[in-house]
């Protein structure tokens, strides 16, 4: 009975959850779905082909990233900064809302989105990236791919961009000043510092006043807006809310707060998860 | 139709201009100025909508921004996600279902506050268009430099200071609450509360000026 | 001509293997100290083999199969209305895509999907439809999407069974499950199951240049299904590999099944 009323009136279905304050999945409305990360073990990643590897289960939401490493020459303008190119993927396999073909608008925005983290929290110093002023520097590709699309991408991305980045090491590159010859050890290694580790909190308003944070896609399509703060522990480093319904400020001011308790947790689960192996994609699904 | 112009000077926002009903094949036009950013907005609509965008109980809300030079892209498709879903909730959907209202905005020049100046455009033209609208919103965007001092943009004298984080918060006229935001840079807490209270106050001028434009245009077309 | 839809980044880029020449020395050795470059022993030694199916919510089906490195994930969405009213035909149609991600190889891919993706995709249609009863579905489509995650050689191979195994999780009604198994022809040696550096050994001089064979099979009918082979060998060491390969596959249908009776038991817990 209760899936019949859930296609028939979803909004009904969720109004009579939200009078008890609890959601049909049976969390709160502060809280987030129980989240898997794998980041790989010591002596390499969870994908051995690429530099910096992370998979992450936010509920049913499966999202993993691959960081790549090429070599470039500098822009002209920047001649020590290297460049960290994400693009995120909404492939066919994750939803049957999307086809094959060119990234989708959603798609486009997503990657927009975790550009943009990526330049306001400055978790990578670009000066790092840097092998020989001038001629030649490391293009750092994020591709993230979403395997199974159940709401909160954008958290799911960002958080598996983090944890891959937290873990990326780079072969050593050496160019021979004086002949000009490139080189690459693979020998020895060189891991890429964070300075931060930003980390993004998204809710959901519901019938302009219930704010549900960490939405399934169901709640996603049912809201009337989303909020998206990301932090970095200390500061916020972005806040996303486009359009939607209006918000008051002790709302905004909510979602601030839940954002860093959640920086927190996403800390503890990135240095936990240092070290398991791929069985995130292969646990139990939550709620089939 | 005859080109109206106003303009408005208030202690922290530069000069507002405005061109109303200057393109005659719209529904609507604005070709809005704040300081030296400019954007003109035209809107179409409500009018017929493509099958595969079609909402059986509301109209859909259509926004296509160009750039000054080459192909849209992924910044421009974030800029048009901000605006169609702000006036998605701004307008009266719920009046005109399966069909559509599409907003075009042109970037003329970009000297900072490009996404504030569009929203502004874009209501602007949707009044000239006569669109039934719940509230009016308006955007401002805020400079956080690394002192901490906040400043509007565009800015009568530009700072010598480097901004360390921009916030672009847009209000609606109703109860003055925050409609939309978009932010680049880190900032805190406390300086997101201030800029909120700073721009809440600036908005008041914007919306003075959208009255002003609206009663010159009606006034003189008779 | 830049892409606008995606984030770019340099137009010209080189992978750090361009400069590292042992990467670039192939070794023509597929033995050393008795064991395969992995550390199998045998020749004929597969892999361990991972499936699990119903692992992607939105999907009508879906599998994840891992051959020790080699990751590949594959959903099917459907029967669901034919994209043309053209192709409207009493038969249902398949439609297969198989894509590497860009992280998947040593040297990054693109996001576009190019030739080598869509004769993999070619292939694998050819190897499903005789399992699948089409006339089941008519006048509609069913779409299997596979995605390389990690290609460590036999990559087709991987997503065949895959992909097999996600259509049976799907309920799309089949004569038999394929599976594939691939086989590398390497002088006077057949690999069974070749990783990427053994798929890419160099020709030792004086011998045949080799070949590679892919078979997919379908053990309780004793069919099969599709071979797909390139290379320059003798015919009777090509039937020898065939062989090989055929045996393997016997194997590996024991564990398409479990984890099959597996996830259908799951589906009952759950619901």
């Known amino acids: ?288 | 139709m005859e080109v109206m112009e106003t303009s408005t000077n208030s202690p922290c926002l530069a000069a507002l201009t405005c061109v109303l009903g200057d393109l005659s094949q719209a529904d609507g036009s604005a070709s809005f100025t704040h300081g030296n950013t400019s954007v003109l907005a035209a809107t179409y609509g409500p009018c017929e909508v493509r099958m595969s965008k079609e909402i059986l109980d509301q109209a859909t809300v259509e926004v296509v921004c160009k750039p000054r030079v080459g192909l849209p892209n992924c910044a421009d498709k974030y800029r048009e996600r901000h605006i169609r879903d702000l006036f998605q909730a701004t307008i009266l959907v719920n009046l005109h279902p399966r069909s559509s209202v599409m907003i075009v905005l042109q970037e003329r020049q970009d000297d900072g506050g490009l996404l504030a100046t569009s929203i502004n455009a874009a209501c602007l033209a949707l009044l000239d268009a006569g669109v039934s609208m719940k509230f009016l919103v308006a955007a401002v965007t805020a400079l956080i430099d690394k002192d901490g001092n906040i400043n509007l943009v565009p800015e009568e004298k530009p700072s010598d200071v480097e901004a360390s984080a921009s916030l672009t918060i847009v209000f609606n006229e109703k109860d003055l609450q925050v409609m939309g935001v978009t932010s680049s840079g880190k900032f805190s807490q406390e300086q997101y509360d201030r800029s909120v209270s700073l721009c809440r106050k600036a908005t008041e001028h914007v919306f003075k000026f959208y009255r002003e434009s609206m009663e010159r245009k009606l006034s003189k077309s008779v | 001509m830049p892409d606008t839809r995606r984030i770019t980044g340099p137009e010209e880029t080189q992978s750090p293997f361009a400069f590292c020449p042992q990467f670039l020395a192939q070794s023509a050795e597929a033995f050393s100290d008795g064991k395969r470059r992995d550390g199998r022993k045998a020749e004929a030694d597969h892999r361990p083999v991972f499936l699990k199916a119903g692992l992607i919510s939105q999907a009508k089906g879906s599998a994840f199969a891992e051959l020790d490195k080699t990751k590949v994930v594959c959903a099917v969405y459907g029967p669901h209305e034919v994209a043309r009213r053209e192709d409207f035909s009493m038969q249902g149609q398949i439609s297969c895509e198989v894509k590497f991600a860009p992280f998947s190889c040593r040297v990054r891919r693109q996001h576009v999907q190019d030739g080598r993706e869509k004769d993999l995709s070619t292939q694998l249609l050819e190897a499903l439809e005789p399992a699948v009863r089409l006339d089941s579905f008519p006048k509609s489509q069913v779409d299997v999407f596979v995605t390389v995650l990690e290609n460590d050689g036999s990559a087709l191979s991987a997503a065949i069974t895959c992909a097999s195994l996600a259509l049976a999780d799907a309920g799309i009604e089949m004569y038999d499950l394929v599976v594939a198994c691939t086989a590398r022809i390497h002088g006077t040696s057949i690999l069974v199951d070749p990783s990427f550096s053994e798929e890419n050994l160099k020709t030792v001089s004086g011998e045949k240049p080799g070949g590679q064979v892919t078979l997919g099979f379908m053990p309780s009918l004793r069919q099969v299904s599709a071979l797909c082979y390139h290379g320059d060998t003798d015919l009777d060491v090509l039937s020898q590999a065939t062989q090989r390969c055929q045996d393997t596959c016997h194997k590996l249908y024991q564990v398409v099944q479990d984890t099959l009776v597996k996830s259908v038991e799951q589906r009952m817990n759950n619901s």
């Open chain 1, 1 to 288: 009975m209760a899936d019949e009323v859930r296609t028939a009136q979803p909004k009904e279905f969720y109004r009579k959850y939200l009078e008890q304050g609890v959601r049909p999945d049976n969390r709160e409305l502060g809280e987030f779905r129980p989240t898997v990360l794998d980041i790989g073990s010591k002596n390499g990643s969870c994908i051995s082909t690429a530099e910096g590897s992370a998979l992450i289960r936010l509920g049913n939401t499966i999202v993993i990233c691959g960081i790549k490493g090429e070599l470039a020459e500098p822009k002209t303008e920047t001649p020590t900064e290297g460049y960290l190119v994400p693009n995120v993927e909404l492939s066919a396999v994750c939803s049957p809302q999307f086809r094959p073909g060119p990234p989708s608008e959603q798609a486009q925005v997503l990657s927009q989105f975790v550009a943009n983290v990526l330049k306001n929290s400055q978790c990578v110093e670009l000066e790092d990236l840097c092998i020989a002023p001038g001629k030649m520097v490391w293009v750092l590709y994020a591709d993230l791919i979403c395997l199974d699309y159940d709401g909160n991408v954008a958290d799911a991305c960002v958080l598996a961009l983090t944890a891959a980045l937290s873990n990326t090491s780079l072969p050593v590159v050496r160019v021979d000043e004086e002949t000009g010859k490139t080189e690459t050890d693979f020998k020895e290694e060189k891991k890429i510092q964070l300075t931060c580790t930003p980390i993004s909190a998204t809710s959901a308003i519901f019938e302009d006043n219930v704010l549900l944070v960490d939405p399934t896609r169901q709640e996603e399509e049912l809201s009337t807006g989303l909020v998206t703060v990301v932090t970095d522990g200390k500061n916020i480093c972005s806040l996303e809310k486009p359009g939607g319904s209006p918000l008051k400020d002790q709302q905004m001011r909510l979602c601030i707060e839940r954002a860093f308790q959640r920086h927190t947790e996403a800390c503890n689960l990135i240095t936990q998860s240092q070290g398991s192996t791929l069985s995130t994609l292969t646990s139990p699904l939550v709620d089939r």
